[in-house]
């Protein structure tokens, strides 16, 4: 078993990886404005993203409720 922090470790790594990648561009609407970079330049009125922080999902913590195996992985 892992530590919290490892976990923590883990995703950063992965999400560092993925956020290296280029994602396509996406429509405004398509995008939560935290996760929008700057617009992309061969299309107006789309954004280039990336995976960010965000302290606005609500969905996480039901979502981890329904993974027990993984809700015990990262407790303290």
Same mark, same amino acid.
């Given at each position: 078993m892992?530590?919290q922090?490892?976990?923590?470790?883990?995703v950063?790594t992965?999400?560092?990886?993925?956020?290296?990648? @280029?994602?396509?561009?996406?429509r405004? &609407?398509?995008? $939560? +404005?935290?996760?929008r970079g700057?617009?992309?330049?061969?299309?107006?009125?789309?954004?280039d993203w990336?995976i960010?922080?965000?302290?606005?999902? @609500?969905?996480?913590?039901?979502?981890? &409720?329904?993974? $027990? +195996?993984?809700?015990?992985?990262?407790?303290?």
């Amino acid at each position: 078993m892992g530590s919290q922090k490892h976990f923590e470790k883990l995703v950063d790594t992965f999400v560092t990886c993925l956020n290296q990648q @280029s994602f396509e561009p996406k429509r405004a &609407q398509e995008i $939560p +404005a935290e996760l929008r970079g700057p617009t992309c330049q061969s299309m107006a009125d789309w954004f280039d993203w990336k995976i960010v922080p965000s302290a606005s999902n @609500s969905w996480i913590a039901p979502l981890e &409720q329904k993974l $027990p +195996a993984i809700h015990l992985l990262l407790k303290p």
